[in-house]
Nanobody, 122 residues
Framework: QLQLVESGGGLVQAGGSLRVSCTAS????????MGWFRQAPGKEREFVSV????????YYADSVKGRFTISRDNFKTTVYLQMNSLKPEDTGVYYC???????????????WGQGTQVTVSS
């Protein structure tokens, strides 16, 4: 089993920055690609970003490209999502997830954290 715990969410004004983190424990962290998803009230959970096992490859949703940066520290078994130039539409619960290969759909991930709330005020 792999346990994932997110942290770092909060309230920020539009145009501001926030970094969320996800720390893993349990199984070999480097065996998994790590993804971030988000879910706004009344909406489906949507893909945000993914990073490969060693961090060499990353991929972003068009809505966050150029504003968000995903990274991972395999020694700390932690993945980060640095969010800049935040917009009110970035508001939602942010979830990290672990899976066997790069994927942009929920079905590609077998392990999920409990989520952390990010609220961007206008």
């Amino acid at each position: 089993q792999l346990q994932l715990v997110e942290s770092g969410g909060g309230l920020v004004q539009a145009g501001g920055s926030l970094r969320v983190s996800c720390t893993a424990s349990g199984r070999a962290f480097t065996s998994y690609v790590m993804g971030w998803f988000r879910q706004a009230p009344g909406k489906e959970r949507e893909f945000v970003s993914v990073i490969s096992w060693r961090g060499a490859s990353t991929y972003y949703a068009d809505s966050v490209k150029g504003r968000f940066t995903i990274s991972r520290d395999n020694f700390k078994t932690t993945v980060y999502l640095q969010m800049n130039s935040l917009k009110p539409e970035d508001t939602g619960v942010y979830y990290c997830a672990a899976g066997p290969q790069m994927a942009t759909t929920k079905e590609g991930y077998g392990y999920w954290g409990q989520g952390t709330q990010v609220t961007v005020s206008s």
